[in-house]
């Protein structure tokens, strides 16, 4: 596609239930990050991912949060056991990485709601 | 915390005047970037300044950078409704790949 896609684009589930929010990086793209977004609040950084570099990981809040990112194109984020306070947008963002440009292309977000 | 912060958290602005926002970040850098979200969307790139530069122009919009100060400022000039949105600065912790981003300033254009 011509752009990152997320999917879903909506997801509501019950507190302690296991959610996957998956991301399509604009083709061509060696980097890709997750982000999160609570309500009227700023990016926090969760992963990154270039190339096939191990990715860095510092941004995970707990264990329960994982990324894969497979064939150094697709990207899954994991949420084991989920918590009301995961609630949330998760975005995910691609960039060609050329040196020193670093402009990130957004994808529209995964709204996350723990019941 | 490497984020930065921007300065206000929201503006309200009649039509036609200008808009300043600020950005204070922690760290050094290579580039900081602004971003604009429009409600419930995802980010969309607006500008990027080098650490090098000092003042950087795309149409309506002026930035600047001082890295003596680590901070930098977004003006919208001759605002329109449409620019009704939230900014965000990126910083990239002199890494050159990893951005922080800061928690925005929400911006209303009042027609």
């Known amino acids: 596609g011509a752009g990152v896609s997320q999917s879903p684009s909506n997801k509501v589930t019950e507190k302690g239930k296991d959610v996957e929010l998956r991301c399509d990086p604009i083709?061509?793209?060696?980097?890709l990050y997750w982000y999160r977004q609570s309500l009227g609040q700023g990016l926090e950084f969760l992963i990154y991912?270039?190339?096939?570099?191990?990715?860095?990981k510092s941004g995970l809040p707990s264990d329960r949060f994982s990324a894969e990112r497979t064939g150094g194109s697709v990207s899954t984020l994991t949420i084991q056991r989920t918590q009301q306070e995961d609630s949330a947008v998760y975005l995910c963002?691609?960039?060609?990485?050329?040196?020193?440009?670093?402009?990130?292309?957004f994808g529209e977000g995964s709204r996350l709601t723990v019941l | 915390s490497q984020q930065g912060e921007e300065d206000p958290q929201a503006l309200s602005i009649q039509e036609g005047e200008n808009a300043t926002m600020n950005c204070s970040y922690k760290?050094?850098?290579?580039?900081l970037q602004w971003y604009r979200q429009n409600s419930g969307r995802g980010l969309v790139h607006l500008i990027l300044?080098?650490?090098?530069?000092r003042e950087k122009h795309s149409g309506r919009l002026r930035v600047t950078l001082d890295t003596s100060k680590k901070s930098s400022s977004l003006l919208i000039t001759a605002s329109r409704a449409a620019d009704t949105a939230s900014y965000f600065c990126?910083?990239?912790?002199?890494?050159?790949?990893?951005?922080?981003f800061g928690t925005g300033t929400s911006l209303t254009v009042i027609p």
């Open positions: 963002a691609s960039s060609p990485w050329t040196s020193n440009t670093g402009e990130l292309f």
């Open positions: 083709s061509g793209h060696t980097a």
């Open positions: 991912f270039q190339g096939n570099s191990a990715p860095d």
């Open positions: 760290t050094s850098i290579n580039n």
């Open positions: 300044i080098r650490s090098n530069e």
């Open positions: 990126a910083t990239d912790g002199g890494t050159g790949n990893q951005f922080y």
